[in-house]
């Protein structure tokens, strides 16, 4: 089921990536590169996966492949039968993940279609995705099955026909290590919660101490708190716990490279989660961002300004949108405060604007100013700031003493320095900025208020790619003019991020069938072993309810314990991530995240309750 739930998710990639229609538009760029990478991974992640299981497979049947050594097999029929068997798996889960697939995409197309505004996105024959899909994963399993025969030793076969081995009664393990392991986690965390500078530059280093810090955890640091504990007698003599904390020494020592893979196997399953909901609340919070549909914006000598917004104009009125149009002149000044650039907008005009959108209209007296928000921990900040300060080429003397209570223009429009001014003093302002030279003494703005903007996708395409192009090519802006469409800003936001949830979630499911998978794949392997340690513990008395009772304390940790450190680190990566969104685009994502971490733990505690139930019918207790 694994194997072809891999082969179902890689056939439907594969049928997308090589759709002939599909290249063109948007996708031409970071959606089909994403999707190229999400398939790198699937094919890394499938690999590591069936070679995991099929290592877990052969182990289990140990004492099978003794016996027919043992009859006088020779290691080269075994290596025959075991390569005959893993082919048969090979090839039926891939042709059978093949035929569902395909039977799939149709349906999958049509969600493809909707999602990015296709015209039509048909159902197609062609031989590539079919001949890369069988190619990727048989050579996998012919590669895997070698790989897996050549780690089994004779030795270590022969060794299951002496039965159930001993366990160890002591467990070796450095306390240098398990310090070590939990200074290293603890310095990757300080790193991000400090938020030093040039955080980006940090975080392969903060991947790195993080990820042996794990290692460490689970090879030493485990074993050694539990070896503490068997020092503490009152704790340690009480009921049945000596047998749960024997069996977790023992649990921890052979198993601690398995949880250390589930662990990062789920931090990255938690990770994809977060970044849907990052997605999501970005997608959600573009409209408060975003109240006005367009904005244009440029140099006084602009000499396109004309012909761009009767341009845009046109477009507007050939596709029945309504819309209200204010101008805003907009001048430079030096505050005699702090020696910075302000930017002043006339409160007639913004009046204008403001009435338009349906927002409170500003009243000012002569000699009075309002703060223009950037964000909103900037309203906050500025309702108690009180500034009294001087326009110095034109001596205006003004106090700036109240915020508006809205966000208006996006960051990339205004400065942090922005204010409203009263008209009578705005008229004063006859000097132009007299600082650098190569800062313009103001500009012009052009608003576009339309209703739905979200139906503006198609309103000034050239100059958005115009503008767009700029900023790829060149590092410094040199066009006399910009221009921002919020319902084409959004069309491609949604495309991308809708397109991204269909393969985050697809991938993700991989991720979270994987990560229970390792957990049962090594229950399954020392199942012959458990099932002979119960039926000693019911000869001595144990009832049935004890029974259940300690196999659950026996699962919790294997289950939720690489899970629950998972989510510590990705909830420490969002906490760098919420700060970074905060500073650059003021949004917060806890609300996205406590919801999709609460389904995340929902799906697997269901998860736990099932492997717990076959696990208890294969002990048959």
Not at 294 to 315: A, Q, R, T, V
């Amino acid at each position: 089921m694994a194997s072809f739930f891999s082969v179902f998710v890689f056939f439907i990639y594969s049928m997308l990536v090589f759709h002939p229609q599909i290249e063109q538009g948007y996708l031409e760029g970071v959606s089909m590169l994403a999707m190229v990478l999400a398939e790198i991974i699937l094919v890394l992640f499938s690999w590591f996966f069936i070679f995991y299981s099929m290592r877990a497979f052969l182990h289990a049947r140990g004492k099978e492949f003794a016996i027919l050594l043992q009859l006088g097999m020779e290691r080269r029929q075994l290596s025959k039968l075991i390569f005959l068997e893993t082919m048969i798996i090979g090839i039926a889960s891939s042709l059978v993940g093949i035929l569902f697939g395909y039977a799939f995409t149709r349906f999958f197309f049509m969600l493809v279609r909707e999602i990015l505004k296709l015209s039509d996105l048909p159902l197609y024959v062609s031989w590539e995705p079919f001949i890369l899909t069988l190619s990727v994963f048989l050579s996998a399993f012919i590669v895997l099955s070698y790989v897996s025969v050549f780690f089994m030793s004779d030795e270590q076969i022969m060794k299951y026909l002496k039965g159930s081995l001993l366990k160890e009664t002591k467990y070796q393990y450095s306390k240098k290590k398990a310090i070590v392991g939990v200074l290293l986690i603890a310095v990757g965390y300080f790193l991000v919660i400090v938020n030093v500078p040039n955080i980006f530059v940090f975080i392969p280093i903060i991947v790195f101490v993080i990820t042996v810090g794990t290692y460490f955890f689970f090879t030493d640091t485990l074993l050694f708190i539990l070896d503490f504990y068997k020092g503490k007698r009152d704790f340690y003599w009480k009921k049945s716990r000596i047998l749960s904390v024997s069996e977790k020494m023992h649990l921890y020592k052979h198993n601690a490279k398995m949880f250390f893979i589930v662990c990062i196997v789920s931090t990255l399953a938690f990770i994809s989660v977060g970044l849907l909901a990052t997605l999501s609340s970005f997608t959600s919070q573009y409209d408060k961002m975003n109240p006005i549909g367009m904005i244009y914006k440029g140099h006084l000598d602009n000499p396109y300004e004309s012909e761009h917004i009767n341009s845009l104009m046109g477009e507007l009125e050939q596709a029945g949108l309504s819309y209200q149009l204010t101008k805003f002149e907009v001048k430079r000044q030096t505050s005699s405060a702090t020696s910075n650039i302000v930017e002043i907008f006339k409160a007639s005009q913004m009046n204008k604007l403001l009435y338009s959108l349906g927002y409170p209209l500003v009243h000012l007296q002569v000699g009075e100013a309002m703060f223009i928000p950037y964000s909103d921990e900037s309203i906050k900040a500025l309702r108690n700031t009180v500034v009294h300060t001087t326009l110095v080429e034109n001596d205006v003397n003004i106090t700036i003493d109240q915020v508006y209570d809205y966000l208006i223009f996006p960051t990339s429009i205004v400065s942090k320095n922005s204010i409203i001014l009263n008209d009578e003093d705005f008229e004063k302002l006859q000097l132009p900025y007299s600082g650098l030279q190569d800062v313009l003494t103001g500009y012009h703005l052009y608003t576009f208020d339309i209703n739905n903007w979200a139906e503006t996708d198609e309103i000034g395409i050239g100059l958005y790619q115009e503008v767009s192009t700029e900023f790829i090519k060149n590092e410094e802006y040199s066009l006399p003019f910009y221009y921002e469409n919020t319902g084409l800003s959004y069309s491609y936001i949604l495309s991308t991020y809708t397109f991204f949830t269909l393969i985050g979630i697809l991938v993700v499911a991989e991720f979270l069938l994987a990560a229970g998978s390792f957990v049962y794949f090594r229950l399954y392997t020392n199942l012959a072993n458990e099932t002979a340690q119960f039926e000693v513990l019911r000869r001595i008395g144990l009832t049935d309810k004890e029974m259940k009772k300690l196999i659950t304390r026996q699962l919790i940790p294997q289950f939720f314990l690489p899970w629950g450190l998972a989510l510590l680190h990705s909830t420490i990566a969002f906490v760098m991530l919420q700060s970074i969104l905060k500073d650059v685009y003021n949004l917060t994502i806890v609300r996205e995240l406590v919801i999709a971490y609460c389904l995340f733990g929902v799906i697997q505690t269901v998860y736990f309750f099932l492997i717990r139930w076959r696990y208890i019918a294969h002990l048959k207790i």
